[in-house]
C-alpha cells in the first residue's frame, strides 16, 4: 500500500507517539488514532489483491482489495482497527516496547 506523504510521517513517528513526544500537542483523541494508525502501517503489508496486519501471533487478512482509492483505503484500515485482536496486538506492542527499554 503506497502510503500518502501525511501517513508515511504517522508511520514513521511510532517511537514518537509510544515516547510520549505528542502528549502535549495532539488531544487524547488524536493520540489515540495517530497511535494506532502508526502501529498499523508499520505492520501492514499488501499483496496483489490482498492487505495483511499481522504483529506477533495476530493476523488480519482483508481480500479481494484490487484498487485501493481513498474511500476504500479507509474503510479497510478501520475494519482492522476496529478488530478487538488489533487492540491486544497494539496492548502488547506498547508493553513490549516498554519492556525493551526498561532493559536497555
Known amino acids: 500500500m503506497k502510503l ?8 514513521d513517528d511510532l517511537q514518537s507517539f509510544v515516547d510520549g513526544i505528542y502528549d502535549g ?4 483523541e488524536q493520540l489515540k488514532m495517530a ?7 508499520n505492520h501492514i ?3 496483489i489483491d490482498t492487505v495483511i496486519f499481522e504483529y506477533d501471533s495476530f493476523k488480519v487478512k ?6 485501493l482509492h481513498y474511500e476504500y483505503e479507509e474503510t479497510v484500515i478501520h475494519s482492522i482497527i476496529k478488530e478487538a485482536g488489533f487492540q491486544s496486538a497494539l496492548k502488547q506492542f506498547i508493553r513490549d516496547n516498554r519492556i525493551t527499554k526498561l532493559l536497555q
Open 45 to 47: 503489508t499488501t499483496d
Open 62 to 67: 482483508v481480500s479481494g482489495v484490487h484498487d
Open 35 to 41: 497511535l494506532e494508525l502508526s502501529f498499523l502501517f
Open 4 to 11: 500518502s506523504t501525511t501517513n508515511q510521517t504517522i508511520k
Open 25 to 28: 500537542i495532539l488531544s487524547p
